[in-house]
T-cell receptor, first 114, second 116 residues
Framework: KNQVEQSPQSLIILEGKNCTLQ??????????LRWYKQDTGRGPVSLTI?????NTKSNGRYTATLDADTKQSSLHITASQLSDSASYIC?????????????FGTGTQLKVEL | GAVVSQHPSWVICKSGTSVKIECRSL??????MFWYRQFPKQSLMLMAT?????????EQGVEKDKFLINHASLTLSTLTVTSAHPEDSSFYIC????????????FGEGSRLTVL
């Protein structure tokens, strides 16, 4: 069964600090891995999409890594800001006979405090 | 970036009534649209996948007669919650993709349904 597990479930950090969120998956065959940011009561917004051959991808203060061999990904947030408080969702796309199938992680709830 | 609009953003209805939620891709043609529901502090749960002009594919455990999905054009999909009950109260989100069953996903802002 395809699964995507994220850790930690929730995290509180001080403004200006860095943090790393983890995503482990069992989805196979693998197509791509996505990280989304979802503010409370809003729709998710894409941060990065990584394919099999990509190890690192950055988007401003967000840097995602992917190890397709160990089926692990991380999202590193640098110099956190209050506006980074949100849920971060890892989504893995797997190849099926009918196209790609998305498996959603349960998310990491990040709170950035003063 | 591509814009996906949902309407209404929130709705309150009485138990037993039906509610329709619209999802529109404003500046691109969406071959595939997805519908999700999300309970508080939980991640998105895929309900169904709809391709323009064909019947929606529902995920296991989702009642197709309860949650009617129509994808009549490349820019509009609708979700109708029929005979809504309080347990249907949730945050419903749609996403759209240019490519069939894959590709970059663009999410709507979500619709919060409260059934009294």
């Amino acid at each position: 069964k395809n699964q995507v597990e994220q850790s930690p479930q929730s995290l509180i950090i001080l403004e200006g600090k860095n943090c790393t969120l983890q995503c482990n998956y069992t989805v196979s065959p693998f197509s791509n891995l996505r990280w989304y940011k979802q503010d409370t009561g809003r729709g998710p917004v894409s941060l990065t999409i990584m394919t099999f051959s990509e190890n690192t991808k950055s988007n401003g203060r967000y840097t995602a890594t992917l190890d397709a061999d160990t089926k692990q990904s991380s999202l590193h947030i640098t110099a956190s800001q209050l506006s980074d408080s949100a849920s971060y969702i890892c989504v893995v796309s797997g190849l099926t006979g009918g196209g790609n199938k998305l498996t959603f992680g349960t998310g990491t709830q990040l709170k950035v405090e003063l | 970036g591509a814009v996906v609009s949902q309407h209404p953003s929130w709705v309150i209805c009485k138990s037993g009534t039906s509610v329709k939620i619209e999802c529109r891709s404003l500046d691109f043609q969406a071959t595939t649209m997805f519908w999700y529901r999300q309970f508080p502090k939980q991640s998105l749960m895929l309900m169904a996948t709809s391709n323009e002009g064909s019947k929606a594919t529902y995920e296991q455990g989702v009642e197709k007669d309860k949650f009617l999905i129509n994808h009549a054009s490349l820019t509009l999909s609708t979700l109708t919650v029929t005979s809504a009950h309080p347990e249907d109260s949730s945050f419903y989100i749609c996403s759209a993709s240019r490519q069939l069953n894959t590709g970059e996903l663009f999410f709507g802002e979500g619709s919060r349904l409260t059934v009294l």
